[in-house]
């Protein structure tokens, strides 16, 4: 994404993130299974727009999709939903319509 510092209103810096763990995904698999809509940074959009996004696609708040948009451009990617496959899919696909590089990512339960 591409930084502007009118974009963003305050960094803190005292923010601490959870790590996920590894997720193994393939898009082939069956509707029922919980998955994640990953969101992954690069350096075409802005933040208005990855936000924009989230809010008419995954009908985030614009406070949480500002905090994941800050996510996904500090850490490279972020879980911006999570739910059954056959939910994500037409979010993932919306995303990607706009522009955005997203992943559905099944959880793998031991």
């Not at 930084?3 to 601490?16: A, G, H, L, R, V």
């Not at 393939?26 to 690069?42: A, C, K, M, P, W």
């Not at 959009?45 to 996510?71: A, G, R």
Request: charged share 25%; hydrophobic share 35%.
């Amino acid at each position: 994404m591409n930084y502007n510092e009118s974009n963003i209103k305050m960094i803190d810096n005292n923010i601490k993130y959870k790590e996920q763990d590894d997720v193994l995904f393939d898009e082939s698999i069956s509707t029922g299974e919980r998955s994640q809509l990953v969101v992954y940074n690069d350096d075409y959009n802005t933040f208005d727009w990855v936000i924009q996004c989230l809010m008419d696609i995954c009908n985030h708040s614009q406070e949480q999709s500002e905090q994941l948009s800050l996510l996904v451009h500090f850490k490279g990617k972020a879980t911006v939903k999570t739910d059954i496959f056959s939910v994500l899919k037409p979010m993932k696909d919306a995303l990607i319509d706009r522009g955005l590089s997203a992943v559905i990512e099944t959880m793998v339960e031991d």
